[in-house]
Structure formats: structure tokens, C-alpha cells
């Protein structure tokens, strides 16, 4: 490696590392739920107890699970999807579909199940869906859905549970 192509390196990294930092920036507004109050809080430590990793993740520290990989994504069952944090009920499925996107889809929530914030993490704008209860983050909605509500609840199978309707 020559001096030109060192300098070109550091350059690029250089650029690279402060676009990261801007859009970290644009992604580091408050977490608009930090002003609303839920009907379950727990501190830290009690989430942690009660949470797997993965839900605590998800849930708590808005993370997102690998596309493809909750069973819930496959369950085709009748019956009622809640929240892992604290079992509301949040979807049914009626309104389950299969989206193609690897994560278990609706096209309608519960009524008055859920909570909306604008999430512009990332460095766009989304609507994010959280447990109007305990305020977990459950995922996004995106208007792409089908009819009759054109949305899409893009839900982490690790934010639920199932509970199958009984006979």
C-alpha cells in the first residue's frame, strides 16, 4: 500500500465514521413513550426477571429479532397474540397474514390495544407500535398492507404470546 491509497483509506473512513455519527444524531431524539405513562411500570431489574433476553431486548430497548426466526411467524391457529410484557391482548388472529417480510404480520390491532409514536431511528421516519399498557415496543406499521385497512403491523414474534382459542 502505498502513501495515495493509505490517505484515500483514512479519507473513506473518515466520511464513513462521521455519517454514522449524523445518523445516529438524526435516530437519537427522545424516546417519544418517555413522556406517556402506562398502567404496568417496572424498573429495569423487574423487566429482566419476568423477560427473556431476547423479549427484554425487543421490548424494553426497542431491538427487532432476526426476520424468519419466531414460531409465531408460523402459528396459524385461532386465537389471541398478547404482549409478553403483560399479556394484554394485542392481536388476533383474524387479522393475521403472511406479509413475506419474516416476521409475524397483521392488518389491524385489538382496539385500544396498542400505542403509535413516530420512531426516526435509523435515519427515516416510521410509525413505531408499542403495548398501550406497559409500553413495550412491539414493532412498526407500514401502509402496504392489505385491505381492508392497507396496513401492516410488522410485529417481533419475541413482543407476543399465543393463547389459542378454545373450542
Given at each position: 500500500m502505498n502513501r495515495r491509497d493509505f490517505l484515500l483509506s483514512g479519507a473513506a473512513v473518515a466520511t464513513l465514521s462521521a455519517g454514522t455519527a449524523a445518523m445516529l444524531r438524526l435516530g437519537g431524539a427522545p424516546d417519544a413513550r418517555a413522556a406517556e405513562t402506562f398502567?404496568?411500570?417496572?424498573?429495569?431489574?423487574?423487566?429482566?426477571?419476568?423477560?427473556s433476553d431476547a423479549a427484554f431486548n425487543v421490548l424494553r430497548k426497542q431491538g427487532t429479532e432476526y426476520p424468519g426466526t419466531s414460531p409465531l411467524l408460523n402459528e396459524h391457529r385461532k386465537g389471541i397474540f398478547h404482549c409478553a410484557g403483560c399479556d394484554l391482548p394485542v392481536y388476533s388472529s383474524e387479522t393475521k397474514f403472511d406479509s413475506g417480510t419474516g416476521w409475524p404480520s397483521f392488518w389491524q390491532e385489538i382496539h385500544n390495544a396498542v400505542g403509535k409514536t413516530v420512531d426516526r431511528s435509523l435515519g427515516m421516519?416510521?410509525?413505531?407500535?408499542?403495548?398501550?399498557?406497559?409500553?413495550?415496543?412491539?414493532?412498526?406499521?407500514?401502509?402496504?398492507?392489505?385491505?381492508?385497512?392497507?396496513?401492516?403491523?410488522?410485529?417481533?414474534?419475541?413482543a407476543l404470546t399465543f393463547k389459542p382459542a378454545t373450542a
Open positions: 398502567e404496568i411500570t417496572k424498573t429495569e431489574a423487574e423487566w429482566h426477571t419476568i423477560l421516519t416510521r410509525t413505531e407500535v408499542h403495548c398501550r399498557r406497559c409500553g413495550g415496543h412491539l414493532g412498526h406499521v407500514f401502509d402496504d398492507g392489505p385491505p381492508p385497512t392497507g396496513l401492516r403491523h410488522c410485529i417481533n414474534g419475541v
